[in-house]
């Protein structure tokens, strides 16, 4: 008799470390997943690069519904996120390691610009030529540009193009974040009309 209870003893503990072991394990589990290392990033900071965000594609996009005289609608082509080169990466990394961010913003119906919110490792000059290249606007194209009251800063880089239509202003300066870090500022300008200081074009 006293074997049998103690049989019934055994099993009844038994299935108690079971029951117990089956209630801890996944909240052990989850909490483990909880803890995740640093490197895994929640899915709401991933960014899916994609060719639709190619810088290029975006600037030869405007470019063509200014020379058509299509008026900008800023619900149509306002846009804050990553831009891409045409191999699907990021223009630049900022001063976090993250993918850039850019900003897209029409000023008005024949005014758009384009530049970057953070400081990186943006190449400015680069991407002014990828830019040219894929709208097939060579140096033949720009013309003199004088600084005004308007844009009289000293540390800024102006260069402006003729693209037969539509008139492209690259603006360079340099900008310093928080932590002392510097990095460049681009700001694009594409406007139906030329931008105040631009003189003749300059021979090739």
């Known amino acids: 008799m006293r074997t ?60 063509d519904a200014i020379k058509v005289g299509e008026p900008l609608d800023s619900t149509e082509y306002d846009f ?11 223009l630049y990394t900022d001063v976090q390691g993250s993918p850039g961010l850019w900003k897209v913003d029409v000023l008005d119906h024949r005014n758009v610009t384009i530049y970057n919110i953070y400081l990186g490792d943006l190449l ?34 102006i260069s402006v193009y003729d693209c037969g239509g539509v008139y492209l202003r690259f603006e360079v300066r340099a900008g310093i974040a928080p932590n002392g870090i510097e990095g460049p500022l681009l700001n694009i300008i594409m406007s139906a009309d030329p931008p105040v200081g631009a003189g003749t074009q300059t021979s090739a």
């Open 4 to 63: 049998h209870d103690f049989t019934i003893g055994f099993k009844t503990v038994a299935v108690m470390i079971v029951a117990v072991t089956a209630v801890f394990l996944p909240q052990g589990c989850r909490k483990q997943e909880r803890q995740a290392p640093a490197m895994s990033v929640p899915r709401e900071d991933v960014y899916d690069f994609h060719a639709d965000n190619d810088i290029a594609m975006t600037v030869r996009s405007l470019a």
């Open 80 to 90: 804050e996120g990553v831009l891409t080169d045409g191999q699907g990466a990021p």
């Open 124 to 157: 400015p000059l680069d991407l002014q030529s990828y830019i040219l290249q894929s709208l097939r606007v060579d140096e033949g194209s720009r013309i003199d540009f004088t600084a005004h009251e308007a844009v009289s800063d000293e540390e800024t880089e």
